[in-house]
């Protein structure tokens, strides 16, 4: 009985397939945290506490100028729990089945929360980036992240002053050319035996704002190693991570890049990639969410069997 209304409670709730992903447990120091079960959380009594910010399922955000593109919607107020962790460890995060024509970057930001992070609303952050993984040897970073098994490290930096901060994870799948979907989340995080680092103002930008007019290529087209990771330099007191840190090869690249650039006006050449027509022919893997209702059979297999892409 208790499974049949569980699966009821599921089914209504799955608006879209569940081709994205989300963020379902993160490993720092040894402890393992389960994060916001979008499906099943909400319907426990009581609901359980967590330390990621709650999201409303597995699908994108999509509007760069919504305060949803800091910590996805509904992140930008807090929950009641932190994940106590040392400066210096590294954190990583399980996302749930990844589809692989979900291709893009992935980053990690950090902002601290200037007290509680329970009240800290994420918007008003002064985000700094930990780590960034882009277009390096022909593989998408979300690519990467498959590989490795659905996951990806990044590094609290060990020189990091202590206090609590906000974690934003980030995938951003570029398949349907001129509608980029972001998937951010963010952790809630007390960093502890931390040093005197903090970010320089130049390493600084915020959720909404940074992706502001901020260019993406056509994945199936554009010369791709020219491909910039949006936002600034990842912080100068960064330690070595897991992932991939590409920085561009040519000099002047990115160093300051604005958080208005386009990502790929910094070089030399002018931007390349703007002005590509909408690529809607990926329909098919991502679902849209008229469509959903009608699939939703299907979503909830694909959901309960968490088996791989499509
Ligand atoms: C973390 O815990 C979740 C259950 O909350 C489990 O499904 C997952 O496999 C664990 N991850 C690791 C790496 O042990
Ligand atoms: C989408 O279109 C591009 C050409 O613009 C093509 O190369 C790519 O294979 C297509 N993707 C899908 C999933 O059909
Ligand atoms: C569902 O998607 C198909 C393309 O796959 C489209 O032709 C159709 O109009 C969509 N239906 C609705 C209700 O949006």
Redesign the pocket.
Known sequence: MRHFTILVALLSSVTYVAAHGYVSSVIADGQNQTGWLPFTDPYESPVPTRVIRKIPGNGPVYDVTNTDIACNQGGNVGVDDTFEINAGSDMTFYWTAWPDSHKGPVTTFMASCNGDCSTFTASDGQWFKIDQGGYTNGQWASMKLLADGNQWTSTIPAGLASGQYLVRYEIVALHNVGQPQYFPGCVQVTVNNGGADQPAASELTSFPGMYNGYVWPNIYNDDLTKFVVAGPNVVSFADGSSSDRTTPSSSSVSSSVSSSSPGYSSTASPPSYTGTPANTND??TC??K??AS?KRSLSARRFHGRSSNH
Do not use: D, I
């Open positions: 329909t098919s679902m849209n008229r469509n009608k």
